[in-house]
């Protein structure tokens, strides 16, 4: 069977939210980030990046990067309809993949939840949380251009939805940010699928 390494909140809840989409048995083991887990020998014999999520697959090989992973999820998985056939949707899609992951998560996210992992002296570490939040917001600024009057980023639900969400969720629940009302709006509609409230329900979140 598949298991997940996550820890409850992070980039994480969006490889949840798609194996709770997909419905195939799975298992998950949290990682706990605040006790630095992550750095133990024996999560660095899972993943030697020391990162959630990891997600080793049924043959006992191990996928990290949420991209890859959720492209991976959804082409094996095709019943679940999670990723457009159309060679454009599917280039689009993996372009707001790569631009939550990369962008907003790693160089907006991350510097507004751990200034130290960038700059050493704290005195700098408000200047480092504000250029992140600042990135965070540009980044939520597009997608709410992508998103515009549509109910899924793409058209239909996709992987870049489950992607949003981690942001969403972060801004929303974690440190309270205004978001643009379009991706508010997509926010609550995630939250309204069950597969979302399952995922939430399984990192103890709900
Ligand atoms: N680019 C990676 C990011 C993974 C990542 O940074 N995960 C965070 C949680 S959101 C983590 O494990 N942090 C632990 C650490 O950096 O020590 C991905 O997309 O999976």
Known sequence: MPKLYYWPGTCAITIHVLLEEIGKPYTDEAVDLGAKQQFTPEFRAVNPKGKVPAYVRDDGSLLTEVPAIAWWLARTNPQ?????????????????????????????????????????DERLHDEVMAKGKDIVLRGLDILSQTLGAK????????????????????????????????????????????????????????
């Open 80 to 120: 679940a309809r999670l990723l457009s056939e159309d060679i454009e949707t599917e280039v689009r899609t993996l372009e707001a993949l790569d631009h939550i992951a990369a962008t907003i998560h790693m160089q907006g996210a991350a510097r507004a939840w751990r200034p130290g992992s960038f700059i050493s």
């Open 151 to 206: 109910t899924w980023l793409m058209g239909d639900y996709s992987i870049a939805d489950a992607s949003l969400f981690f942001i969403e969720y972060w801004a929303k629940e974690k440190v309270f940010w205004t978001m643009p009302d379009n991706i508010e709006a997509h926010y609550r509609r995630m939250r309204a699928r069950p597969a979302v409230e399952r995922a939430l329900m399984r990192e103890g979140l709900a």
